[in-house]
């Protein structure tokens, strides 16, 4: 059973430019969340998805995020003219959701630099 | 306004000396309450879930506990590669289920 995995985990990119991740969740998973994480600070939780639908957006996303979950299976977050203020470290957790069962495995993440 | 704050932000300790970290937190709904330990650039790894009020688990030299207001990461003798950041996080009830983290405990064990 391997964990989640996230790609690229390492991204620099000019003020502007769009940028894309993917995060692979672990295989039966039927939920899969996104969360940011600055220097110093826990994650931020910014939307999730259970199985393709995403069913909450956190007010950290602004209209410059897009996250999708074609077919329940991987997911991407997508950031459009991005700002030296996106610069963070973006991680994606997937759980099995069922009553009595909320644990979130985390991926690596992907550390975003925009200059 | 679901909170979770962590105590102290960072922790020196001497190889073999035991000590605790703590994690306060209001959450609505509380579903569980998770621990983590993050090493500098990686994710958060799991250790353990607590869901009830005097719940205890416990992993090699660590042992969580949880109060109604509280939660506590106990570190017998530790040994230095338990440094690392240890985070706290309230689950929210409500349908998602997300985690509401505390900006961690950074822990730095001396040989």
């Known amino acids: 059973d391997t964990g989640v995995s996230q790609d690229p985990r390492h991204k620099i990119t000019k003020r502007g430019q769009n940028v894309t991740f993917r995060c692979d969740p672990i295989?039966?998973?039927?939920?899969l969340y996104w969360y940011r994480q600055t220097l110093g600070q826990g994650p931020e939780f910014l939307t999730y998805?259970?199985?393709?639908?995403?069913?909450?957006k956190s007010r950290l996303l602004s209209d410059r995020f897009s996250a999708e979950r074609p077919k329940g299976s991987f997911s991407t977050l997508e950031i459009q003219r991005t700002e030296q203020g996106d610069s963070a470290m973006y991680l994606c957790?997937?759980?099995?959701?069922?009553?009595?069962?909320?644990?979130?495995?985390f991926g690596p993440g992907t550390r975003l630099l925009v200059l | 306004e679901d909170q979770v704050t962590q105590s102290p932000e960072a922790l020196r300790l001497q190889e073999g000396e035991s000590s605790s970290l703590n994690c306060s937190y209001t959450?609505?709904?509380?579903?569980?309450l998770f621990w983590y330990r993050q090493d500098p650039g990686k994710g958060p790894e799991f250790l353990f879930t607590?869901?009830?009020a005097g719940e205890e688990k416990e992993k090699e030299r660590l042992k969580a506990t949880l109060t109604k207001k509280e939660s506590f990461l106990h570190i017998t003798a530790p040994k230095p590669e338990d440094s690392a950041t240890y985070l706290c996080?309230?689950?929210?009830?409500?349908?998602?289920?997300?985690?509401?983290f505390g900006k961690g405990t950074k822990l730095t064990v001396n040989p």
């Open positions: 957790a997937s759980s099995l959701y069922r009553p009595g069962e909320e644990t979130q495995y």
């Open positions: 295989s039966e998973h039927n939920r």
């Open positions: 998805f259970q199985n393709e639908a995403q069913l909450e």
């Open positions: 959450v609505s709904g509380l579903r569980g």
């Open positions: 607590l869901y009830s």
């Open positions: 996080a309230g689950c929210s009830g409500g349908g998602s289920e997300k985690l509401v």
